[in-house]
């Protein structure tokens, strides 16, 4: 390694090429800010720019945030430092379009930055709330589309509350020994009435494991965007964990960051970015296993309320999806599966992959309308209980 | 460097710690649990000789459990005392028994204001991401300027910063403004050489060949899938097993006996044993 640190000047090319690695990292969505790269100049200067491995490294670990940017990094750094020395790997546009899981192919709205509405269907749409709130999220018209979504813009699905190991002041509880302190000093010295802090409570984690799948074709426009509302910061619920959003596809991707955007139809897009995969078959417990794996056993699922929203279509092993489901209704505090297809008159659970996992749900819930949708945040929230 | 420590650290470890060293700056750790991103901050304190300042997180960490807290019951004996000797009585008296009352003596340093009063220090911040959002506010502070600022004292600055070692192991996302100012590595489990010689330096009792076939037998059982993977502290923890039964070599009975020393779900025992453990072994002792 580099025992001899090279001279404390560095040569300009190296600077530059660290630069020029920076901006090719951020085209492909690193956030290798400009301290980043400050800090990757002085890494540079305390190893040895001339070996190629102290230059991966020192690029490796300070312009990486995360684990996602490793293989972006590699990439990055092959492209840069690769046989095309200098070549920067062309930004890619980011294409502004919706995401395209609706089975109406009138139902475009966005494709060139959004399509007139004819005046008056917008009217009938709005003048009839109620009825929309009830009608199967799948057989809607474009104009009723574009109503549902700024509904499902207003929805909010914070968690169950759960007692937080914070304290703040109260009447009763613990003694507070720095305020009594205070009361006491300003009595000048004389015992004065003890002062109090107990736990506050906080709403428990969300998580949203989206289908998204071939099978969900109708619903998972909407139900993205319902994830999109859950994932807002702020609201009522002040100071909660974040939700985490995962889509099952072919794959499973980890959508949260996405969803981070605050405009509904820019995070959208950013969604359909990242699911190269939307619209295929799905081997649902397998991916719930590698959510498992991956994230909910180290503590993304603990204690959290977990929420899949799938029709329960498994194209592989259903005893496998039984035992995942049970997998993580250990780990979680309530696992509640939303299924658009369960409103449907004469619905039994005969799907093998639902049937195998129903046992190891805890709520089971529709999710087939905006109604059904305001339905779950409340389940979600503790306040409804449906027992599967 | 660090082998003189006992940590055996490949490359990207390796220039992790010269840097976090020589930046300095603070060294941000990722990876699956039990592949040495505790240690590694113990092996730094031993080679700078410095002490190591342990911080575990966990929900709803404060100030008080993180940063410092008052002495209250000293404090309030003090205002006590103060009173009956009659000291507590003009305006002048009782601005001074506040300054009194709030001077460092009657602080009690936690160890993030420990790790800035300390030098050498490491600081070791356990599991950041077991903590809330809160706790990576103050956290943030500290690592920004190393100062801790105490409304009613000041504020503490470290002569020397020390070398902080954050780890995390990700069950959440933690916060860009924090990462931003560190250096961030995601750790591997080590590969087969260095795995035995790990073992072989933590469990020196342990022959080279019980070392080995622990090292490949360990190397399977990551490849299977489980819930949770085998680390090396559990190859650590399984080879001290099996010296303490007297084994020599890793066979059928006595690697089924201590199973629960690498596996700690009922479901990847069971994994384990249909995987016949026998087959396992051969492949172990054949040489993968």
Known sequence: MAETTGPQELRYDAVDSLVGLAATLRAMGVAASAERVQAATSAMAALDPGRRADVYWAGRLTLCGSADDLARYDTAFEAYFGDRPGSVVRRQQVRRRQLQLVADPAGDPGGDGGEELPRESVT????????????????????????????????????????????????????????????????????????????????????????????????????????????????????????????????????????????????????????????????????????????????????????????????????????????????????????????????????????????????????????????????????????? | MLAAAGYFADEGVATAAYLALSLPRPLFLEGEAGVGKTSLAAALARVVGADLLRLQCYEGIDASQALYDWDFPRQLLHLRAAESAGTAAGPADAERLESEVYSRRFLLARPLLAALETTPAVLLVDEVDRADDEFEAFLLEVLSDYTVTVPELGTIRAEVPPIVVVTSNRTREVHDALKRRCLYHWVEHPEFDREVAIVRQRVPEASAALAEQVARAVAVLRGEGLLKPPGVAESIDWTQALVALGAERLDAATATATLGAVLKYREDQQHAKRLDVQQMITTAVLGG
């Open chain 1, 124 to 388: 009938a749409a709005a003048s009839s709330v109620e009825q929309l709130r009830h009608r199967d999220v799948s057989t809607l018209t474009a104009a009723e589309r574009e109503e549902l979504r700024r509904l499902l813009a207003r929805l909010s699905l914070p968690g169950e509350r759960r007692t937080s190991r914070r304290l703040r002041p109260a009447h009763r509880g613990h003694v507070d020994g720095g305020r009594t302190l205070r009361a006491w000093l300003s009595a000048g010295g004389e015992p004065a009435r003890l002062r109090h802090r107990a736990p506050v409570s906080r709403p428990r984690r969300v998580v949203l494991l989206v289908d998204v799948s071939g099978s969900m074709e109708g619903y998972a426009d909407a139900l993205l965007r319902f994830a999109h509302a859950a994932s807002r910061p702020g609201g009522r619920a002040r100071g909660r964990d974040t939700t985490e959003v995962f889509a099952l596809g072919t794959r499973l991707t980890r959508v949260t960051r996405e969803m981070a955007l605050r405009d509904p139809d820019t995070a959208m897009a950013a969604v359909a970015e990242a699911l190269v995969d939307a619209g295929g078959g799905t081997r649902l417990g397998e991916l719930l296993k590698q959510f498992l794996d991956a994230w909910g056993q180290r503590g993304t699922a603990r204690g959290a309320v977990v929420v899949i929203l799938s029709d329960g279509w498994e194209r592989g092993d259903a005893a496998l999806l039984g035992e995942q489901v049970a997998r993580l209704q250990r780990l979680a505090h309530r696992v509640v599966w939303s299924n658009p297809r369960k409103a449907a008159p004469g619905y039994a659970p005969l799907a093998a992959g639902m049937a195998a996992a129903l046992p190891h749900v805890d709520d089971f819930v529709e999710g087939h309308s905006l109604g059904a949708l305001e339905h779950l945040a409340d389940v979600v929230l503790g306040r409804v209980v449906s027992r599967a």
